[in-house]
């Protein structure tokens, strides 16, 4: 498949000719072309957003409805693409991700016609706030779930009247391309969202600097993320920055110890350990550790995360072997590789184990540093207190769990523990409306519910006197 640009509602070749490798990660086999494409495309495709022709507050609604709809009937092809894109399961795509994807584009259809802003009376006059478009802005999106984050950027944007460009990962563009091309189908005016796809060093960089785009909101790394702040910042753009994490759970010894065990797995290893908010650092209360530590290998020896079937493969042959070098530095930093721990599939896949680590030091380089793969490791503390030290111990603070029966424990921690988010007894339960985002090297800003639509939009004061 070769695919091309979006630009002003059709597809379009870069303009140096030069196309990348899409390889499957499954199969190591390229399985199709992305378009290259550096500056000049870029600028065409803002022009192309700055030129569309803007939406009334109801027809932008009944557009995302519209895309949300013509979508959902082609998701086996959606879900066919995004797996071989990503790695992923067909089950997950077909049933995780692509639904996922359309309730964002149906939610944002109906934030958008329950949207209001404030009206502020005093005693000799009054005030109303006007909510108005950036006009155009720039999306820029990770690989590890590209077409949710794809819809959860690209549906606030286009409910609050901005035109889009997106630059979708490298890795990971057919679904992002497949819809463009649906929101023309539907009846979008051209140039109302395009993507634009390249190496984020030459089309991400070009969107970011460019004039006319007001505002970038931006998932990915935090390396990736502090670089583009350092672009748009002086340019005195709007940024909205959702990065990395390095997620503790922290189990006690009066949790449920079955919902303990399989919620404490999932957070470790779902889309094989490939999520910003993956709980990659488990914290256990000393008295139960031993018994936690067998009974979460156990859980995996069951058959429950197993890669090739249950579990898809990582993203790439590259990031296994960043992976698997981890794995070997925890066993030089002194840790035991209790579970997993070793590649598997076929030669050229990116397929490898769930891997649970003991013994390592709580601020080694493995219990710090953000693996982004199905590796885990687990530290015994002996009090609430150190708990928390040891879970606000890493630079990032994005999200994490908390595994207790005690509630007034559970409310007394999520008050100090650094993230954004906290889940107790559950991992990555999710509500459209609650603030989305991270504290420390994880983040600036939120996303979610009205949290996008204020981002995406600017307010502005109107005062009358009387
Ligand atoms: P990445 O930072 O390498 O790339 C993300 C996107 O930025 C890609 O589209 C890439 O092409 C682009 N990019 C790279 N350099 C750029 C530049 N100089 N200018 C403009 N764009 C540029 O991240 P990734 O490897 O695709 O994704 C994994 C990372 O994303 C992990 O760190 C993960 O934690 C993070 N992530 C965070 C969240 C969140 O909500 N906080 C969600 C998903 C993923």
Redesign the pocket.
Known sequence: MKLNNWIHGQGVAPSSGLYLDNVNPKTGEVCGLIPRSDRTDVANAVAAAQAARRLTRLERSELLIAVADAVAKRIPEFAAAEAMDSGKTLQATTHGDIPRALDNLRFYAAALRNDATACHQMEDGFNYTLRQPLGNVAL??????PFH?FTWKVAPAIAMGNAVVV?????TPTTATLCAEVFTQVGAPNGLLNVVH????E???A??QHPDIKAVS????????K??AG?AAPLLKKISL????KNPSLVFADCDLDLAVAGVARAAFFNAG????CGSRLLVERSIYAEFVERLVAEVAAGAWTPGESLGSL?SFAHREKVAAYVDLARQEGGTVVCGGNRVGPEKSAFFEPTIITGLAIDCRVATE?I?GPVVTVHPFDSEQQALEMANFVEYG?GSSIWTQNLTRAHRLAERIESGMVWINTWNKRDFRVP???MKQ??VGR?GGRYSMEFFSQDRNVCIQL
């Open positions: 820029i999106t990770p690989w590890n779930f984050l630059k979708p990962s490298e890795l390249g190496l984020g060093h089309a991400g960089e969107l970011v931006f998932t990915g790394g935090t390396v990736t993320g670089h583009i672009v959702e990065l990395g994490g490939q999520v910003c908010l993203i953000e982004f994005l989305f985002g991270g994880s983040g996303e």
